[in-house]
C-alpha cells in the first residue's frame, strides 16, 4: 500500500492579514466648518421665530430652508469626522 507524505508546517495555508490604513486625522478646517454651521443654522431659525418672519430676510418661509440647509450640510460634515 501506497504512504503519503506528511506535509510540513511551512507548506500550510495561511489567511493573508488585511492591509489596515492608519487612522488618518481630521483636516483642521472640519471641526470648526461644521460647528459654525450647526451654531448659524439654528439661530438663523431663531431669529425667524423670534422676529415673527421680517428677518433675516423678509422671504417668508424660505428662511426656514436656509437655516436647514445649513443644519444639513453640518451633518454632511459631520460624516468625515473620524
Not at 448659524?40 to 437655516?67: E, H, T
Request: aromatic share 14%.
Amino acid at each position: 500500500m501506497a504512504v503519503s507524505k506528511k506535509r510540513e508546517k511551512s507548506d500550510a495555508y495561511k489567511v493573508p492579514r488585511r492591509a489596515t490604513k492608519p487612522p488618518s486625522e481630521n483636516p483642521k478646517w472640519l471641526v470648526p466648518t461644521f460647528s459654525a454651521l450647526l451654531v448659524v443654522g439654528v439661530l438663523w431659525i431663531l431669529v425667524y421665530y423670534i422676529s415673527r418672519g421680517q428677518y433675516p430676510f423678509d422671504i417668508g418661509n424660505i428662511n426656514m430652508f436656509i437655516g436647514f440647509g445649513f443644519l444639513l450640510v453640518a451633518m454632511g460634515l459631520l460624516t468625515r469626522w473620524r
